[in-house]
Nanobody, 121 residues
Framework: QVHFVASGGGLVQPGESLLLSCVASGSSISTYVMGWYRQAPGKQRDLIASIGDGGNTAYADSVKGRFTISRDNAKNMMYLQMNSLEPEDTAVYYC???????????????WGQGTQVTVSS
């Protein structure tokens, strides 16, 4: 079973940047479409960025142009570079295999350890 741990979150001011990292263990992610998700308190998780096995990327409108998703299959890791952060970006951020989330549903997916991002205004 693949296990994901997200890290790199913290408290930042509007306009600042943050780099999130995701490490996967237990299985290779090289063939997976991977995704970054975020969840604000009392809200559903939203897919905000995805990256395919061939490196193609897609972004939610809310983060397009500000966030960049990348992956390093050799290290079994994924990253999210977040620039121009806004208070609306405040949430717990999770990484996962997007194909598994789609297949199993958000409630049926193991989410692992997320990381808190707080953008203070």
């Amino acid at each position: 079973q693949v296990h994901f741990v997200a890290s790199g979150g913290g408290l930042v001011q509007p306009g600042e940047s943050l780099l999130l990292s995701c490490v996967a263990s237990g299985s290779s992610i090289s063939t997976y479409v991977m995704g970054w998700y975020r969840q604000a308190p009392g809200k559903q998780r939203d897919l905000i960025a995805s990256i395919g096995d061939g490196g193609n990327t897609a972004y939610a409108d809310s983060v397009k142009g500000r966030f960049t998703i990348s992956r390093d299959n050799a290290k079994n890791m994924m990253y999210l570079q977040m620039n121009s952060l806004e208070p609306e970006d405040t949430a717990v951020y999770y990484c996962n295999a997007a194909a598994l989330v789609l297949r199993n549903g958000p409630r049926g997916t193991y989410w692992g350890q997320g990381t808190q991002v707080t953008v203070s205004s």
